[in-house]
């Protein structure tokens, strides 16, 4: 298996709600990525685990809230959002963050969220 | 930290035609060079990637160059077909960047029949 898959692929909520999006991977990688993307842009890093642990926060405000329950699942937690944040949400995994061969990072198809 | 330019932004060529992307990084500690192919409201895909240590690497009609001395790598595309309308994004690698993937600002590539 060598896919990322996400869920839902759309989400829409309102600023008042909570919301988690989904990813998972069996791939046997180590690190886990959140990324954003809003359009005609690259993808702008979030959060990276490794190992199950976070190893980077891109100063992301406390609305969005991480999870990475075993090293198959990473999760985003949504609460308070704001309009702004609609966007694409991308998960991607990679092998390890270590270096070699291991950094190359495969993506999930994604969640479009739009925050009314 | 390192920071990843991109030209052009868009890019329209005839089909059958060659198509250049280029990019130029900053920290010369970088040592891997994705390239991703993104087709519109689909996820980004790696098409090819290059490491430090090599200068040139060729997939079918896909190429990429590697310039450490100066600092730049380039995308090559020959004889485009219309499937290769898409926007395509490089980026560069760095343990000194808190070993993170920073992506160019993208290229949006249109094949013209």
């Known amino acids: 298996d060598t896919e990322v898959t996400q869920t839902p692929k759309h989400l829409v909520m309102g600023m008042t709600n909570k919301k988690s999006l989904k990813c998972e991977q069996h791939?046997?990688?180590?690190?886990m990525y959140w990324y954003k993307q809003k359009a005609k842009k690259p993808p702008e890093l979030m959060f990276v685990y490794s190992y199950e642990k976070l190893s980077i926060n891109e100063s992301v405000p406390s609305r969005f809230s991480p999870e990475c329950p075993n090293s198959s699942l990473l999760n985003l937690h949504l609460h308070a959002l704001q309009p702004e944040d609609s966007a694409l949400y991308l998960c991607?995994?990679?092998?390890?963050?270590?270096?070699?061969?291991?950094?190359?990072?495969?993506f999930g198809p994604g969640t479009r969220l739009l925050v009314l | 930290g390192e920071n990843v330019e991109q030209h052009p932004s868009t890019l329209s060529v005839q089909e059958g035609d060659s198509a250049v992307i280029k990019c130029t990084y900053s920290?010369?500690?970088?040592?891997?060079f994705p390239w991703y192919k993104q087709e519109l409201g689909k996820r980004p895909q790696l098409i090819i990637d290059i490491r430090s240590n090599v200068g040139e690497k060729k997939d079918q009609r896909i190429a990429v160059t590697l310039n450490k001395t100066a600092k730049h790598f380039s995308l090559h595309i020959t004889e485009t077909q219309p499937e290769d309308s898409a926007v395509y994004f490089c980026?560069?690698?760095?343990?000194?960047?808190?070993?993170?993937?920073?992506f160019g600002s993208g290229t949006r590539l249109s094949i013209r029949p």
């Open positions: 920290d010369s500690a970088s040592n891997y």
């Open positions: 991607a995994s990679s092998q390890a963050m270590s270096g070699g061969a291991e950094e190359t990072q495969y």
């Open positions: 791939m046997g990688h180590r690190a």
């Open positions: 980026a560069a690698f760095s343990y000194s960047s808190a070993s993170k993937i920073i």
